[in-house]
């Protein structure tokens, strides 16, 4: 079957407007996860689902940052007004559920802010 | 100090050699470890999962995990240069569990 989608691969926009990032899970998955990969700071945890609830935002690097799940399947991450630092890839993982299971990740979104 | 230390390389082997990648932690709540492989501009592929301490063997890659020393490795042998790329340890609690990654090492195996 198909695997994690996210979309777009590659977004390029201006400081101070917002961006939408979109992740589809693996059919069947209910559980969702958001990471950042930049150069200095590695692979960081940003929030994770757990149907369309979010149990754990501790990630969320300030409060531009918003994450929503609908139907228990897509996610969308949102980042308001944003800023040089935002520019990393924006990777999405699912697994079958929360908890230490496997977690299958997507190709990323490459997010650059000028 | 980052609760997932790991050295980021570059490290550059020939073809066939034994690779051996490492990480150190500092929680000791950590109790599920992974591997994970990286190639660029991919996002991560999981290469090995294990739970505690013991050793995992699958094909040509071990996995050693030791609670004791909070020390895990991953272990490739007759390394390939397909098998060039970024490794990533990870790790995590019982509860969510949320991944909590070392910075990568960087592999190169040379034809």
């Known amino acids: 079957g198909a695997g994690v989608s996210q979309s777009p691969s590659n977004k390029v926009t201006e400081k101070g407007k917002d961006v939408e990032l979109r992740c589809d899970p693996i059919?069947?998955?209910?559980?969702l996860y958001w990471y950042r990969q930049s150069l200095g700071q590695g692979l960081e945890f940003l929030i994770y689902f757990q149907g369309n609830s979010a149990p754990d935002k501790s990630g969320l690097p300030s409060d531009r940052f918003s994450a929503e799940r609908t139907g228990g399947s897509v996610s969308t991450l949102t980042i308001q007004r944003t800023q040089q630092e935002d520019s990393a890839v924006y990777l999405c993982?699912?697994?079958?559920?929360?908890?230490?299971?496997?977690?299958?990740f997507g190709p990323g979104t490459r997010l650059t802010v000028l | 100090q980052k609760e997932v230390e790991q050295d980021p390389g570059p490290l550059s082997v020939p073809e066939g050699a034994i690779v051996s990648l490492n990480c150190t932690y500092s929680n000791s709540a950590f109790q599920y470890f992974m591997w994970y492989r990286q190639y660029s501009r991919k996002g991560p592929e999981l290469l090995m999962y294990?739970?505690?301490?013991g050793n995992k063997e699958d094909g040509r890659f071990t996995a050693q995990v030791d609670k004791s020393s909070k020390y895990i490795s991953l272990f490739i042998r007759d390394s390939q240069p397909s098998d060039s790329a970024t490794y990533l340890c990870?790790?995590?609690?019982?509860?969510?569990?949320?991944?909590?990654f070392g910075q990568g090492t960087e592999l190169s195996v040379k034809p």
């Open positions: 294990t739970y505690s301490s």
């Open positions: 990870a790790m995590s609690h019982n509860q969510g569990g949320k991944l909590i």
């Open positions: 059919s069947g998955h209910t559980a």
């Open positions: 993982a699912s697994s079958l559920a929360a908890g230490p299971n496997e977690q299958f």
